[in-house]
């Protein structure tokens, strides 16, 4: 007869081996996305990422002439992310702070126009998304609650790719679709319809990041919106304050 300390021995075992079963091995394609980014010790010891740009959208009022905007955007880990677009009409600041997501569009001349505002809580959810698939390179989304799917083969633009989901809610998924001969990043989908493609290449702390990133989404009218981010420095592991990202204290007028 088995003993007691012996049959927790063994449920211990069994119920590791179900855990592992029940967890889904990693797509092969991930190691090669990251080799393709950087070594895996440059990739692990990112803890934040400062992006310098000119951000380009359509004017609303002529769609014939673009919008530029001087953008900065910033990541750090672990849920930090700030992103400051400055333009003749407005200072525009988007920020996360762990559980925390605040906007604040100031006028540029006179410091005094402002207006802020607290972000909802699915806001949050998706800035919180944004910023893990920033830091993480396609890695440990599992740890967060969330799934990886391997979605099999997809072409894209003439390129064979694997597809693969990366799942944080049900109303939150990244759908990547890597070169499977290389794991170059070719195409990104969200669950919304937007979508995403990488331009040339900048290097910054051992890692490869995009020099141009081109974004397009549905606006309510059922327009597509496109934004041009065209990034001209890369700073990886730079110190940044943590009130770049907290919520700005409201101070009376």
Request: contains cysteine; glycine residues 8%.
């Amino acid at each position: 007869m088995t003993s007691f300390p012996q049959r927790l021995f063994v449920a211990a075992c069994a119920a590791v081996l179900f855990a592992s079963a029940g967890r889904a091995a990693e797509p092969a394609v991930i190691a090669k996305a990251r080799a393709y980014l950087g070594p895996e010790s440059a990739l692990d010891g990112v803890k934040s990422i400062h992006f310098v740009g000119t951000l380009i959208t359509a004017d609303p009022a002529d769609p014939t002439k673009d919008l530029r905007s001087a953008v900065e955007i910033m990541f750090q880990k672990p849920e930090q992310q700030r992103i400051r677009a400055v333009s003749e009409k407005s200072i525009e600041v988007t920020a996360l702070n762990g559980y925390d997501g605040w906007r604040r569009v100031q006028d540029p001349v006179d410091p005094t126009k402002w207006q802020q505002t607290l972000l909802g809580a699915e806001q949050i959810k998706h800035l919180r998304a944004n910023t893990w698939e920033n830091l993480a390179f396609f890695r440990g989304l599992e740890r967060r609650g969330g799934r990886v799917e391997d979605q099999g083969p997809a072409v894209i633009d003439g390129i064979a790719c694997e597809k693969v989901a990366f799942i944080h809610a049900p109303t939150i998924i990244f759908y990547r679709y890597f070169d499977t001969a290389s794991g170059r990043l070719v195409f990104t989908e969200t669950e919304s319809g937007a979508t995403m493609r990488e331009q040339g290449e900048l290097m910054a702390g051992g890692v490869r990041f995009p020099k141009t990133l081109v974004q397009t989404s549905k606006m309510p009218n059922g327009q597509v919106q496109t934004v041009t981010i065209n990034f001209e420095k890369v700073t990886v592991n730079e110190p940044l304050a943590a009130d770049l990202f907290a919520v700005p204290t409201l101070l009376p007028k």
